[in-house]
């Protein structure tokens, strides 16, 4: 079991930047493939960047490569999502994820977060 808490959201300007952190509990945080996922009211949720476990291999949305960087500190257990050039369409709920699977596509995932609130003014 592992659980995750997500901590960095809040309000920016457009052009600014955010870092989110996702926090996992329990000893297996290295194995897993991370995730960080977004949604807004009415939509689907929709797939941001992906990290594996063992060797840190990464994925991106076509929107957001560039201006993320998704990164991990297993000896912390945390995953991060840095947030440059952010824009208004950016504003979402954000999502951390955990697999075991080292698939970087897909939303299966096994474990989610409560997710964190990101609002990019313009």
């Known amino acids: 079991q592992v659980q995750l808490v997500e901590s960095g959201g809040g309000l920016v300007q457009a052009g600014g930047s955010l870092r989110l952190s996702c926090a996992a509990s329990?000893?297996?945080?290295?194995?897993?493939?991370m995730g960080w996922f977004r949604q807004t009211p009415g939509k689907e949720r929709d797939f941001v960047a992906a990290?594996?476990?063992?060797?840190?291999?990464?994925s991106y949305a076509d929107s957001v490569k560039g201006r993320f960087t998704i990164s991990r500190d297993n000896a912390k257990n945390t995953l991060y999502l840095q947030m440059n050039s952010l824009k208004p369409e950016d504003t979402a709920v954000y999502s951390c994820a955990a697999r075991m699977t080292s698939m970087l596509t897909g939303s299966n995932y096994d474990y989610w977060g409560q997710g964190t609130q990101v609002s990019v003014s313009s």
């Open positions: 329990g000893r297996t945080f290295s194995r897993y493939t």
């Open positions: 990290i594996s476990g063992s060797d840190s291999r990464k």
